[in-house]
């Protein structure tokens, strides 16, 4: 069965500061990894997906995340942080075989510091 | 734009009591889904649902929940007796197609408070 973990649940930047969300997944087949955006009192809204080729994948905001096969990872990173970016965010993956369902992680709650 | 609408917002019940959380999907998805969230939590999938019978369904959806197309708009999720336990954010979903590179769009979600 696939899982995602999200280390940090919690991550602080600067406004202007580099946003590193950090996901790693566990699949035995080829994963479909989805990063998504859940801000105060509103749904999940989907930034970027991955399901084949490229493996930077650029997104809405100014979010990109990079599918590494070899480390197992789809971390979400976005050049300057703004403080619109506050949010929680939460990073996803599916597969065709097995548990077909979207599996997410945890979440990773983004504190923007002006 | 197209969104996924549910009702209510807040839900307040007592233990024992049945809920039913209503969801109006996409008009033109056919997938839909229900997922929760208990705080702190992961987001977790309870089950999926297509052509009117349930596709895929996880542990945390035993006999207490059910779901139903009762119309061509609405969706909805029904807890029987509720516990303790079962507060959480309940999350609706739907999707054009099954195919799991495929985007689900969320609902905002119905807090269900359980006293």
């Known amino acids: 069965a696939q899982s995602v973990t999200q280390l940090g649940s919690h991550v602080s930047v600067s406004e202007g500061a580099l946003v590193l969300l950090r996901c790693n997944y566990s699949?035995?087949?080829?994963?479909?990894l989805f990063w998504y955006v859940q801000y105060p009192n509103q749904g999940l809204q989907l930034l970027l997906k991955?399901?084949?080729?490229?493996?930077l994948v650029k997104g809405i905001n100014g979010f990109e995340a990079e599918f590494k096969k070899s480390e197992t990872s789809f971390h979400l990173t976005k050049p300057s942080a703004h403080m619109s970016d506050a949010a929680e965010y939460f990073c996803?993956?599916?597969?065709?075989?097995?548990?077909?369902?979207?599996?997410f992680g945890s979440g990773t709650r983004l504190q923007v510091q002006p | 734009e197209p969104e996924v609408t549910q009702t209510p917002s807040h839900q307040v019940t007592q233990m024992g009591q049945e809920v039913i959380l209503r969801c109006v999907p996409i008009?033109?998805?056919?997938?839909f889904y229900w997922y929760r969230q208990i705080l702190g939590q992961k987001v977790e999938f309870l089950v999926s649902?297509?052509?009117?019978?349930?596709?895929?369904k996880s542990e945390i959806f035993d006999d207490q929940f059910s779901v139903e197309r009762p119309d061509g708009s609405n969706f909805t999720l029904k807890i029987r007796s509720t516990k303790l336990e079962d507060s959480a954010m309940y999350f609706c979903a739907s999707s054009e197609r099954t195919a799991s590179n495929t985007e689900l769009f969320f609902g905002s979600g119905t807090q269900l408070s359980v006293l």
């Open positions: 699949s035995s087949v080829p994963p479909y």
């Open positions: 008009s033109n998805h056919l997938y």
């Open positions: 649902f297509y052509n009117n019978e349930i596709s895929e």
């Open positions: 996803a993956v599916r597969t065709d075989t097995g548990r077909r369902a979207l599996t």
């Open positions: 991955y399901t084949t080729g490229a493996t």
